[in-house]
DNA sequence: TGTGAATGTGTAAACGTTAACCTACAGGCG
DNA sequence: CGCCTGTAGGTTAACGTTTACACATTCACA
């Protein structure tokens, strides 16, 4: 229960608690013999050190926070891994909160890191939050957004060019399929999604072809809705020539709906944002724009220790990652 | 930067911290009106208690820690996300921390979570830090094994019946195909690799056929392992007729494996330990053991809640979760 | 021999909360 | 009128660390 304190360990070694204190954190002049005595009483009590106390003396927690809207979905995870492994070797800790891609929630999980003390909080939102994150960053805490950034919020953030890639797959459809295929998006609350349909438009603006609503499915970035959107694109009297899905969760609901409706699973090509795991396994035309979540994590990681340790001042820096699509090999 | 405190909203209000702490706490008295003044001057300054303090001083931290050998598993996610939720609505947060089958992490990640005072910790344990969990109890923590034994450790666990469900396996195996399957454990130092293996070995045993080492292939749960077995067993003068992996990572890989070999995905049946995502997208005669992770979760949850609300005390609860075999449909 | 730097250790004041304890006033009741 | 109870709010001592400061001792050097 109640555990034992640094006067224990004091007590037990006949010293003072300055002396255990300069003895686990190498600070200040120890002899020899007394910092072995220390550490072999620190031992043989099975001392932990309590980390409330030393960060509230300390005003340190060297512990970042990180919202994510979906802890199932492969790309945050693989964003999320990269994250942790570079902050850990900076000696810093990272608390992960899951908000479900639901905004009351991640309101809480905000208040909860603040509460906390994170150094900094690494926020992918779900765009609902936007006073919140605003308070956060006049108080003066580090705040970098990735993958999604918030209307109005200036912060450092680390995005992909969505609307170029988006482009380009369109352009890519464009000229295999004519203007003929069907775009499954995100909630219209996520920049991303609007980042997209953007691109998409523009590459059709400029092919000089109309954008005809029938063939826009509004979806929320869930494997449901993506079987939703199948079933509504392969059900239309002529359904499209191919699609373009906003992400990987969705693409593979749309893959799930051709297998319901009892279709080849490469009946029609598919361009999605984000790899598909599965992909390899099934005959599929399948193009990807890979989002290289790795890149995201360095870099997010890479803004995060720069703010802590050099100073934190200077105006808000953005990186976009270059996507790359990879198209179907047919 | 440096927040505002309690102090500050205090002086602003005209009252005392004690006054303030109250209005915050909803204990003790406090008139209508200070109550409300209280609560303007907090919304104004966009105060934020420190958590670190108030759990310094209320030796209660209300956080229970996680450590999970890979988060990029769905299955552990599946167990993490239901823990989450069931814990959340009794007031606690979940700290995960991936240590990514490593013990080394393990350990480490085992002493920050002890150093914040979290006030319990669910371990799905690489197996190689038994003295470092036996410390943690012996100290009096709250310990819930999830998933995996460690050997030696008498704690709080919730775990499959891998052995029943195991020999089940091999014995539907052993009736449809005989003796000659190949299985893809685990690593030997998981204790649901040893009791799976077990499980197959009672199936061998009672139905009279020995075991042939040449059919048994040593993984470590990645996909890669899955991989490099399925080229083992595929490349044999004799392959077998079907295969047995003990789980959905190490399967995925097995068929990354025949796909590479040319053969087609439903050339022979594999029984797997955890579900397939990507599964239902292409041709196979896969039959899974469904573990049922939201259980698991729900009972460590509860495990958890109990022992932190009720007495600390009393024997160490075992909960085990029947495992389903669901076999392929042909 | 005095002086200053380097080394070694203790004392005590923070850090931001909470809660035990105290004071004070009102009103009800015998 | 005295006393108890309920309400309202202030004072202050913790919680377990770190660290500024103080005090010794040793040693080199002028």
Not at 291 to 308: F, K, T, W
């Given at each position: 229960m109640q555990s034992?304190?640094?006067?224990?360990?004091?007590?037990?070694?006949?010293?003072?608690?300055?002396?255990?204190?300069?003895?686990?954190?190498?600070?200040?002049?120890?002899?020899?013999?007394?910092?072995?005595?220390?550490?072999?009483?620190?031992?043989?009590?099975?001392?932990?050190?309590?980390?409330?106390?030393?960060?509230?003396?300390?005003?340190?927690?060297?512990?970042?926070?990180?919202?994510?809207?979906?802890?199932?979905?492969?790309y945050f995870m693989a964003v999320a891994r990269t994250i942790q492994r570079r902050l850990l070797a900076h000696g810093y800790r990272l608390f992960y909160m899951d908000c479900d891609e639901d905004a009351e929630r991640e309101r809480e999980a905000i208040r909860v890191l603040q509460e906390m003390r994170t150094e900094a909080v690494i926020l992918a939102g779900t765009g609902g939050n936007a006073d919140a994150v605003a308070r956060m960053i006049e108080a003066g805490r580090t705040v970098v957004l990735i993958d999604r950034t918030i209307d109005g919020i200036r912060a450092?953030?680390?995005?992909?060019?969505?609307?170029?890639?988006?482009?380009?797959?369109?352009?890519?459809?464009?000229?295999?399929?004519?203007?003929?295929?069907?775009i499954i998006t995100g909630p219209r609350s996520t920049s991303t999604s609007r980042e997209r349909a953007a691109g998409v438009k523009r590459a059709l603006e400029r092919a000089g072809c109309p954008s005809d609503p029938a063939l826009w499915y509004e979806g929320d970035y869930t494997r449901r809705a993506g079987m939703e959107a199948g079933h509504y694109f392969l059900g239309m009297n002529e359904p499209p020539l191919a699609v373009f899905s906003f992400n990987n969760e969705m693409t593979y609901?749309?893959?799930?709906?051709?297998?319901?409706?009892?279709?080849?699973?490469?009946a029609l090509e598919v361009v999605s944002f984000g790899e598909l795991d599965a992909a390899p396994l099934f005959e599929n035309r399948l193009s990807v724009i890979r989002q290289h979540p790795d890149q995201i994590g360095e870099a997010a990681a890479d803004i995060v220790v720069s703010r802590l340790e050099g100073g934190a001042e200077g105006e808000p820096v953005q990186r976009v990652i270059m996507p790359a699509l990879e198209t179907a090999s047919r």
């Amino acid at each position: 229960m109640q555990s034992i304190t640094i006067k224990d360990v004091a007590r037990e070694a006949g010293v003072s608690t300055a002396t255990v204190s300069r003895v686990l954190n190498r600070n200040g002049y120890v002899s020899h013999e007394v910092r072995q005595q220390v550490l072999a009483v620190v031992k043989r009590l099975n001392y932990q050190p309590n980390a409330l106390a030393r960060s509230l003396k300390q005003e340190r927690t060297r512990t970042v926070g990180m919202v994510l809207p979906d802890m199932t979905n492969p790309y945050f995870m693989a964003v999320a891994r990269t994250i942790q492994r570079r902050l850990l070797a900076h000696g810093y800790r990272l608390f992960y909160m899951d908000c479900d891609e639901d905004a009351e929630r991640e309101r809480e999980a905000i208040r909860v890191l603040q509460e906390m003390r994170t150094e900094a909080v690494i926020l992918a939102g779900t765009g609902g939050n936007a006073d919140a994150v605003a308070r956060m960053i006049e108080a003066g805490r580090t705040v970098v957004l990735i993958d999604r950034t918030i209307d109005g919020i200036r912060a450092d953030a680390v995005t992909d060019d969505n609307a170029g890639a988006a482009d380009e797959a369109a352009a890519y459809l464009l000229g295999k399929y004519g203007p003929r295929f069907g775009i499954i998006t995100g909630p219209r609350s996520t920049s991303t999604s609007r980042e997209r349909a953007a691109g998409v438009k523009r590459a059709l603006e400029r092919a000089g072809c109309p954008s005809d609503p029938a063939l826009w499915y509004e979806g929320d970035y869930t494997r449901r809705a993506g079987m939703e959107a199948g079933h509504y694109f392969l059900g239309m009297n002529e359904p499209p020539l191919a699609v373009f899905s906003f992400n990987n969760e969705m693409t593979y609901g749309f893959y799930l709906a051709m297998k319901q409706r009892g279709l080849p699973l490469d009946a029609l090509e598919v361009v999605s944002f984000g790899e598909l795991d599965a992909a390899p396994l099934f005959e599929n035309r399948l193009s990807v724009i890979r989002q290289h979540p790795d890149q995201i994590g360095e870099a997010a990681a890479d803004i995060v220790v720069s703010r802590l340790e050099g100073g934190a001042e200077g105006e808000p820096v953005q990186r976009v990652i270059m996507p790359a699509l990879e198209t179907a090999s047919r």
